[in-house]
């Protein structure tokens, strides 16, 4: 899928709009996109962004809270 970046737009910012998370997704979209990284951390608006599939992080269990 291919998505166009909106003025001010990162990464990050893209990853969370389209998947919902960025953990581990970023890297994935800099490695389907040679040379995104060259724009700098704001991405030019109107710049194209491919999106591979991605499936969502499994939740941590057991985790433990401290006032629990």
Request: proline residues 9%; hydrophobic residues 45%; glycine residues 10%.
């Amino acid at each position: 899928m291919q998505v166009i970046a909106h003025q001010g737009d990162t990464v990050d910012a893209i990853c969370h709009r389209h998947y919902g998370f960025t953990a581990g997704i970023t890297e994935a979209v800099f490695a389907a996109n040679p040379g995104l990284a060259e724009f700098g951390a704001i991405l030019p608006h109107g710049a194209k962004v491919e999106l591979p599939q991605a499936t969502p992080p499994k939740p941590v269990s057991g985790l433990i809270n401290l006032w629990d």
